[in-house]
C-alpha cells in the first residue's frame, strides 16, 4: 500500500513506514498498488482473449483469411457486374467473370446439368474433351471458348448451347471452365488439339 500515516497516498513513502517493503541486493522494493490503466490492460486482454476464444469456436468471428475471401468475392461481383453492363464480350470481359466466385457458381450449377454427360462432372473429359488440360481443339482465349460453347461444334457432336441456354448462362458457364482450366485434373481423357498457353 502506498498509504502512509497521514492517509495520503502522493508518491513512494518513506521505507520506514512501509511494512511491506522488502530489500534485496540494497535494492528496496516497495508493495505499490498498479495504475488502474496498468490493471485496465491486462483484465481487458483477458476478457478479449476469452471473447475471441469463444468467437473462434463458435464461428461467430472470421479468420482473417475468411475475411480476405470474403473482400475479394465482393470487390470480384463488383467487377463482374461492371463487365456485364458494359455489355461487349471480349477476353477481359469473359476473364473478370471467370474470377467471380458467385457466377462461377450459377456456371458450375449449369456444367453439371448440361455439360457433365459429355466432358465429365470434373470437367476431364468423356465424349468431350478435356476441358482442364492446356490443349484445346478450337482455342483456349475466354473468347474463342465462348464460341465454341455459344456455337457449338455440331459436326462433331458438340451441340450449339446460344439457343438453348441464352446468352448469360453460356456467359457464367464459360466463366466456370475459365476457373477450371488448366486444373489438370487426375484421369483425364488424353490431350487431343493443339498445346496453348
Ligand atoms: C453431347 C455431348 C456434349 C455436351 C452435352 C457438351 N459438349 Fe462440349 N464438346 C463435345 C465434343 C464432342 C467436343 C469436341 C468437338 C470437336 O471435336 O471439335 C466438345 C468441345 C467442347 C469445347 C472445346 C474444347 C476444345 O478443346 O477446344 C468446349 C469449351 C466445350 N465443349 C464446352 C462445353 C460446355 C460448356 C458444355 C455445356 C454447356 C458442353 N461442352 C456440352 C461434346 C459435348
Not at 482473449?49 to 468471428?61: N, P, Q
Not at 450459377?106 to 457433365?116: D, E, L, N, R, S
Request: aromatic share 8%; glycine share 10%.
Amino acid at each position: 500500500m502506498t498509504t502512509d500515516s497521514h492517509g495520503s497516498s502522493r508518491g513512494p513513502e518513506p521505507v520506514a513506514a512501509d511494512h511491506d517493503a522488502h530489500a534485496y541486493d540494497g535494492i528496496i522494493e516497495h508493495d505499490n498498488k498498479l495504475p488502474l490503466w496498468w490493471q485496465l490492460t491486462l483484465y481487458g486482454a483477458i476478457v478479449f482473449a476469452m471473447v475471441y476464444w469463444f468467437g473462434r469456436r463458435l464461428d461467430a468471428i472470421e479468420t482473417p483469411l475468411q475475411a480476405y475471401t470474403r473482400e475479394v468475392a465482393v470487390q470480384r461481383a463488383a467487377d463482374a457486374e461492371e463487365a456485364r453492363k458494359r455489355g461487349t464480350i471480349d477476353d477481359a470481359m469473359l476473364a473478370t467473370l471467370g474470377k467471380d466466385p458467385a457466377t462461377i457458381a450459377q456456371g458450375k450449377a449449369v456444367f453439371t446439368a448440361t455439360c457433365a454427360p459429355c466432358h465429365r462432372a470434373d470437367a476431364g473429359g468423356n465424349i468431350g474433351p478435356n476441358l482442364t488440360d492446356p490443349y484445346w481443339l478450337h482455342g483456349s482465349k475466354p473468347v474463342d471458348i465462348f464460341h465454341t460453347v455459344h456455337d457449338g461444334v455440331p459436326a462433331k457432336g458438340m451441340p450449339t448451347w446460344g439457343p438453348q441456354l441464352g446468352e448469360d448462362r453460356v456467359e457464367t458457364v464459360v466463366a466456370y471452365v475459365l476457373s477450371i482450366r488448366d486444373a489438370n485434373v487426375a484421369g483425364g481423357k488424353a490431350p487431343q488439339g493443339a498445346l496453348e498457353e
